[in-house]
């Protein structure tokens, strides 16, 4: 464990900042041909959803967590409401070299916490099919396998399954 890591909800004021460590993330997977969470994803597109408009729409629609060492930004966790009292955890992502340190726990917890505090009696998680390490970690989490799907993304079909906790 790493005991300089600090976890907030990230605001709209530094879309910068966050649009930032997702092309730093992005860049980062593609050199190491880690690309398990990127389904679909191009630079086209990256830069797209890294642009300060869709990055602040982003962090105003749902609750961002960022996890920060040492004055970067290493990883991310994102809560989406759905409906009603569900919510989906939109993504947990930590940079590869941080990976291990139980950023991504800390992050869940935010997210979890944050879920429980809104009201919200379940959360969904959707991953690619054959993204073991993140099915394993959403499991460790408390999550169950409830189904499978094929989505679409960015023109690409992706095997994913859907993982559901109960809060």
Same mark, same amino acid.
């Not at 993330?25 to 990127?38: V, Y």
């Not at 086209?44 to 960022?66: A, G, R």
């Not at 759905?82 to 997210?111: D, P, Q």
């Given at each position: ?34 690309? $398990? ?41 994102? $809560? ?39 009201? $919200? ?23 169950? $396998? ?22």
């Amino acid at each position: 464990m790493c005991s300089s890591i600090n976890i907030y909800r990230i605001g709209v004021d530094e879309a910068d900042r966050f649009s930032l460590l997702v092309k730093t993330m992005w860049r980062e997977a593609k050199e190491t041909g880690s690309l $398990l969470g990127w389904s679909g994803a191009t630079d086209e597109i990256i830069e797209e959803l890294t642009s300060k408009d869709v990055v602040q729409e982003i962090l105003s629609q749902n609750m961002v967590y960022v996890a920060e060492i040492e004055g970067n930004l290493v990883g991310f966790a994102a $809560l989406r409401f759905l409906s009603g009292e569900e919510g989906e955890v939109a993504g947990i992502m930590v940079m590869e070299r941080h990976t291990g340190k139980g950023i991504g726990s800390k992050l869940f917890r935010n997210v979890l916490e944050a879920a429980r505090k809104a009201g $919200l009696s379940r959360l969904i998680v959707k991953t690619e099919k054959d993204n073991h390490r993140a099915i394993s970690f959403y499991k460790k989490m408390g999550f169950k $396998l409830i189904g499978e799907s094929v989505e679409k993304t960015s023109g690409t079909e992706v095997d994913i399954v859907i993982l559901s906790m109960n809060l």
